[in-house]
């Protein structure tokens, strides 16, 4: 790229003007570390432009000017970078859409909303409100994008009533520079009019951009689906002392069909949610609080009339209680963020990484019937390498998290391994070790599978369906403009 | 030192709660906000700290660039501290301590710095002319009066600003307080010194202001501007000048409390008060200004959306307000403050900061909104 680098320049900024444009080194060092980075050793170059367009026109300008100098693009939506997925791992250009920020429908009839890369869940969630509807968000914190969500593993509290995906239909740059729609939207005569349905005219092509990471394409607008608000909507907790019954009681209370949202945890999380970023510091109380939380929890959201909510905390009680499950109270500050990380989007679930935001994430999703034991496995990793928590210094007790996906046929399991990035290089050395034994150990066993593809993980897989995977790439990436290098591409 | 916030750098998440509000989901980044890129936002500038921590880059006048557009108005603070316990300010001023130390500041910081160094005010003007205004508005020299009307230097010499400051002593002296100014012997608090980085002449201008203060008997102090009153409060002590410190806001709703304070009446009108950072998110005054306000007859209170502790900065803080690193254009936060101002059916926008009231002052015109929106100070309207 070096040779025509002018050129490209004066074409880039005649798609998007100067002020949006930068090849100035200050400019593009914040695109190129982010925690994963710091965590793998991994030097990321330098891009060569960081470009901010404001519309699908001028993406297609830019893919266009790409295919024919042959360099990179490496789109980012918000812009909430921590898994190492939008880093320039071979120069060229990131595409930075945060300008592209506008909620372009409500649509109360379809319970949609059409949005671009730019929009967070917070500022949509609050949109949605202003006509009685709400997202069904990601578990995570609200500053990220449910287009960039749709990218990756898009995990949600609602996953046991809506599965992991809410994306209905999608507006893509392809890689050569033409617009794809998707769903019914892909209709040219009455696509504009009904971008609604998604399961339209054969295969799922929504569904090949959710974890395509960028790989197939720029999503530039996506139908997300949104839920009906009920009257009276309310989360309840229920405490146990052992991880087995939790979950079966967790399976049992998901068959009776009547939660909004689900999800198990262990008490290293919900004393990081409570007590963090500030309070966590002081291993009094730490233990003071620790002392008073039940090992593992589950919190159910229900919905509905005053009656049925009622109903349904009565009906939980009982089935919760058959597997020695009891319901818990903290104070009302505590419950507080409790409640703000149930209904997901939140500021709180940050809580569970300070205050030194170093995680490294043990994530499969597979039956419920191995959680309880790749929980132990990991725990026995995690003593192998020694591994501490970063603030007390005393053995470290990961955190777990469970999340069913249609009324738990199978689950989401997470597990946190928090570490300290600010330790040198040589200290970080058995964390990364002590994730691949987990991921080894978990995948291999238990065939325990990712959200999204990664070069490692795909050694495991068969190769056919590496070579549709990658197949699908080269056809419509030819030149291999989309996302090359890096543990993500797909080429 | 830049290494003694290693652990606030590797902290950072990159999670971006720097960029928007929490619960208002809008942008807070008044930097950020204008250029976009993320060099300009906590986020970025963290990143960019971190490479000159680890020798990747060097401290330049392009890398500072970056950071000085920051307006040190602490709004990613408010975010990051609660989500994951990170106070990026801290680290972004350290920086520009370390680029003054080097010599590698913007020339528009180093003519900044060289008009205080060489004048004592950024307007270059004689510092006899400091106490004109005073004089004019018949507001009494200080001399063992109970309080100590501090002014600064946007209120000696800034026409606005020395309305302002009429306005405001005409108010407090209406309130029976007994005050005096410094007029011609007042020096800058340096409050905006510090914040850009030169902290040799911050310490310079604050031993002197407070043997200045000790010598004449000072114990209270009202300052017309956040900024002084910021510096008042929270720096100073570090030298032993300790005072009992208030905004002149928190005197006026402690007069209405005593029922010294008469408010004026307003006609119907809908007015938005604009948060000063260094009034509200600094130092967490955030009703005194509005409990002033409401006590005005026929004066409707509205709250534009980003409010209190999430109100967007006018872009003047940091020294921008003196250097303009920030610019103009539609996108410059004094220009989005005032859309914002009358999108939540505002007809005046209400300020308790010099500095603000230039900058919105200037916005409004830039707008176009001359017929619809107005600023006034505090005092302009009680």
Redesign the interface.
Known sequence: MAANLEEIRGALEAIVGR??L?G????M???I???YS?MMGREVPLPDF?V?PKTAEEVQEIVKLANQHLFPIYPRS?????AGSALPYAGGVVL?L??MDRIIEINEDTMTATIEPGV?W??L??EANKKGLDVIPIGG????SPVGNHLLTNITLYSSKYHCDRAVTLKAVLPNGEILRTGSWASAVGGEVNPYFRYAYGPDMTGMFRGSLGNYGIIVEMVERLRPVAPVEKNVFFGFEELAPCLKAMQAVERLEFSRTCQASNSSMTAHLIL???RIKDPEQRQKLLARLPNYQITLGLGGTEEMVALFERVANEKIAEYGGKPFCLEPEEMAILNQVAEGAS?GI??M??????FAAVIGCLPITHVAEINGIVKQIVGKYDLRDPLSGEPLDHQLIVLPYDRCSTVYVEQEILY???LDQAQLLPVMQCLRDCYAQIVGKYGASHTIPNKTLMKNMLPSYVELLTGFKKMVDPNNIMMPGGPYSLD | MLADYRDTIYHCLKCGACRHAYEVYEPICPSGMKYGFDSHYAIGRISLARAVLNQEVPIDAELMRRIYTCTSCGACDEQCHEAVGVDPLQVIEELKWEAVESGMIPPEVRDYLKHMNVHGNPYLLPQEERGAWASVAGVPQFDGQEYLFYVGDVGSYDERGQKIAAAVAAKLMGCGLELGVLGAREMSDGNEVNRVGERGLFEYLAKANIEQFDELGVTKIITLSPHAYHAFRNDYPQWGGRYEVMHYTQALAQALEQGKLTAGEARDQRVAFHDPCFLGRHNAEYDAPRLVLEAVEGLELVEMERNRNNALCCGGGGGNFFTDLLGAGPLSPSRVRVREAVEAGAQVIATACPKCFNMLDEAIKAENLEDSLTVRDIAQIA
């Open positions: 002020a949006n930068s100035d080194a200050p400019d060092i914040p695109y570390k982010d925690s710091t960081v901010m918000f812009g909430v970078n921590i930075d945060k300008r967070t917070g500022r969630r609050k914190p609200y500053q990220t963090s970023p500030h500021r940050m809580h990484y300070a205050p030194c935001s170093g300290d990035p600010a």
